[in-house]
């Protein structure tokens, strides 16, 4: 018959499980202490990074992306505060702060030619002709990050992603499956027919004009009937390079 371990024993296990504990949070303490000199040593280097590179993260849009990778790691939003150490060496808020200011304009503008639905990429056309005679290139990236900071303002501005396209959506309106999956057809050439949508979605016809219809009075279709053939097109100028460059230089 096996023995039970007595009350000696029973101490001496539990004072070795207190020993281990102790040796586990010690050990846990040690790592997350030199986790943080470690961080604090990559912040300081950063912020040299930044002042000997100035420049080049201001003008250089690729070296500025870098520049943001390496801040992400380290948990630093160079774009949390116009007042922050990082806005006054770099003036980099202000220039995301500028850059949002001419995403609103030019979706304003734009508007009543796509419904406040614009892609990013014509929107990155758009705000390079504006900034033409400086010398800060834009890049979808940069855009991204002054849209997100443009969220803070309740603007509704938000990119969605039909497809293979962003989208830059300006205004409050709701997209449902049903006009998310015709935008993402109409990418092919600009438009679709009724006809096109009831072959490749295996739609009734009433479920695409319903579809079609709403896009339509939100702004974000326009509608061609003088075709020869008699079928109404329906043209989407987000996805449509067609309407692309329209009033970029305005």
Known sequence: MRRRPGIGGLQKAAAARDQYRLL????????TDMMKEQLATFKSQLEEFARKHKNDIRKNPAFRAQFHEMCAKVGVDPLASNKGFWAELLGIGDFYYELGVQIIEVCMLTRSL????????????HLRQRRKKDREAVTEDDCLRAISKLKVLGSGFEVITIGKKKLV???????????????????G?????????QRRLSWTSGRVIDALET??????AMIDN???????QYWFPCVS???????SDT
Not at 169 to 187: F, G, M
Not at 215 to 220: A, F, I, K, Q, V
């Open 114 to 125: 796509n419904g406040g639905l614009i892609s990013l990429q014509e929107l990155c056309s």
């Open 241 to 247: 390079s067609v309407y692309s460059f329209v009033g």
């Open 215 to 220: 896009l339509l009075e939100e702004g974000l």
């Open 169 to 187: 959506r300006s205004v409050p309106t709701e997209l449902n499956k049903d006009h998310n999956q015709i935008l993402e057809l109409a990418q």
């Open 24 to 31: 586990g949070e010690n050990v846990a303490k040690l790592r």
């Open 226 to 232: 003088g075709n020869k053939d008699g079928k109404c």
């Open 189 to 197: 050439q600009g438009f679709v027919t009724v006809e096109e949508v």
